[in-house]
T-cell receptor, first 114, second 116 residues
Framework: AQKVTQAQTEISVVEKEDVTLDCVYE???????LFWYKQPPSGELVFLIR??????QNEISGRYSWNFQKSTSSFNFTITASQVVDSAVYFC???????????FGQGTTLQVKP | DGGITQSPKYLFRKEGQNVTLSCEQN?????MYWYRQDPGQGLRLIYY???????QKGDIAEGYSVSREKKESFPLTVTSAQKNPTAFYLC???????????????FGPGTRLTVL
């Protein structure tokens, strides 16, 4: 069975703090893809990053960074120097290798206070 | 501009009425998806279609129906058989094929359906 777990339901930080959102996944596929999406209050999901199972390089994009570790089946997301505009619900997702179906975690609500 | 359009953004219906949610994309994407989101929960897949005139049930298809007569359109009908239809509905599309940049699903703005 495929499953994505985001154990943190809600996180609240003060602006400029660093924050890490955890994501743990389960799959028997040897090839798979992991994603992070951001859902601001408007509701639309915004794609942030995709990671292939055969590429464990960590990635940094501005204040965002992602740590992919196959050994622990984790794909964590860190926001450095958080800003109020980062407040949103963040979803981690796992893609089935054949159908393109995404299995979503429950989401983590991040609140960044000024 | 290319993108995914869902209309309307807010929809109200009386209990027992069928209602159709629109999803249109001009990205020339092959696959299209419908998700349901309930408060505090992740997205759950209702139906998906990888080519025109073909679609498959997702995890929670009961009480819903779809059609895919055109590549750019994938309407979702919420029938009276759906017991708890009030939710936020998101449509997505994806360009099929392995390798970048084809794997991401792109999402529309969503339709918030309230059944009174």
């Amino acid at each position: 069975a495929q499953k994505v777990t985001q154990a943190q339901t809600e996180i609240s930080v003060v602006e400029k703090e660093d924050v890490t959102l955890d994501c743990v996944y389960e799959t028997r596929d040897t090839t798979y893809y992991l994603f992070w999406y951001k859902q601001p209050p408007s509701g639309e999901l915004v794609f942030l990053i995709r990671r292939n199972s055969f590429d464990e390089q960590n990635e940094i994009s501005g204040r965002y960074s992602w740590n992919f570790q196959k050994s622990t089946s984790s794909f964590n997301f860190t926001i450095t120097a958080s800003q109020v505009v980062d407040s949103a619900v963040y979803f981690c997702a796992l893609r089935s290798s054949n159908t393109g179906k995404l299995i979503f975690g429950q989401g983590t609500t991040l609140q960044v206070k000024p | 501009d290319g993108g995914i359009t869902q209309s309307p953004k807010y929809l109200f219906r009386k209990e027992g009425q069928n209602v159709t949610l629109s999803c249109e994309q001009n990205l020339n994407h092959d696959a299209m998806y419908w998700y349901r989101q309930d408060p505090g929960q992740g997205l759950r897949l209702i139906y998906y279609s990888q080519i025109v005139n073909d679609f498959q049930k997702g995890d929670i298809a009961e009480g819903y129906s779809v059609s895919r007569e055109k590549k750019e359109s994938f309407p979702l009908t919420v029938t009276s058989a759906q017991k708890n239809p009030t939710a936020f509905y998101l449509c997505a599309s994806r360009l099929v094929g392995e390798g970048r940049p084809y794997n991401e699903q792109f999402f529309g703005p969503g339709t918030r359906l309230t059944v009174l």
